[in-house]
């Protein structure tokens, strides 16, 4: 069965810091593992996936993510956070390994992420 | 940028009324997808389309569920006769190689 964790329902960070969301996954594939971000009010929007081609994986607006299957962890981070990052994110993973965006997806709870000035 | 577009944003109605929720998915994307959040809950999979039919539904998707692409253009969710349960936010989705593209949702109301 496929599930993820996500550590933190709420992180704050203040801006120009370096950003950590953290995530535990949990699959009987090679999973497929993405980051979703929703903004108020707008659709969930895909920040990055996961394929096998490589465990490091950059994404949209300088977000990245790395793949650790000894952890099972798919942490998403930034180097600085911008005001314009508050938003909910999601860590999503599918139940079709290796890369496809085929399956059903499986989400976790959310974290709020919120920027100070 | 193309984008999945849902429609209405708010619905409110009254418990046993049928509701129909729409989505206009992204033009060249083949295969939808129904999701809905309950407050305060995951976002869970409700039911995949694909070729004119259901490609799989998840345990939520019962007989008061129905899905149609009436069109070359929409997709829509049916629920035949709501329960106050079915309060949540639904999303629709579309797919590419690249992922699964989500619209804004609609925040559907059961009193």
């Known amino acids: 069965a496929q599930s993820v964790t996500q550590l933190d329902s709420h992180v704050s960070v203040s801006e120009g810091t370096p950003v950590l969301l953290r995530c535990n996954y949990s699959?009987?594939?090679?999973?497929?593992l993405f980051w979703y971000v929703q903004h108020p009010n707008k659709g969930l929007q895909l920040l990055l996936k996961?394929?096998?081609?490589?465990?490091l994986v950059k994404g949209i607006n300088g977000f990245e993510a790395e793949f650790k299957k000894s952890e099972t962890s798919f942490h998403l981070t930034k180097p600085s956070a911008h005001m314009s990052d508050a938003a909910e994110y999601f860590c999503?993973?599918?139940?079709?390994?290796?890369?496809?965006?085929?399956?059903?997806?499986?989400f976790g709870r959310g974290t709020q992420l919120t920027v100070w000035p | 940028e193309p984008e999945v577009t849902q429609t209405p944003s708010h619905q409110v109605t009254q418990m046993g009324q049928e509701v129909i929720l729409r989505c206009v998915p992204i033009s060249n994307h083949l295969y939808f997808y129904w999701y809905r959040q309950i407050l305060g809950q995951k976002v869970e999979f409700l039911v995949s389309?694909?070729?004119?039919?259901?490609?799989?539904k998840s345990e939520i998707f019962d007989d008061q569920f129905s899905v149609e692409r009436p069109d070359g253009s929409n997709f829509t969710l049916k629920i035949r006769s709501t329960k106050l349960e079915d309060s949540a936010m639904y999303f629709c989705?579309?797919?590419?190689?690249?992922?699964?593209?989500f619209g804004p949702g609609t925040r559907l109301l059961v009193l």
């Open positions: 389309f694909y070729n004119n039919e259901i490609s799989e």
């Open positions: 989705a579309s797919r590419d190689r690249l992922g699964q593209y």
């Open positions: 999503v993973v599918s139940d079709l390994g290796g890369g496809s965006t085929l399956g059903r997806l499986y």
């Open positions: 699959s009987s594939y090679s999973p497929s």
């Open positions: 996961y394929t096998s081609a490589a465990t």
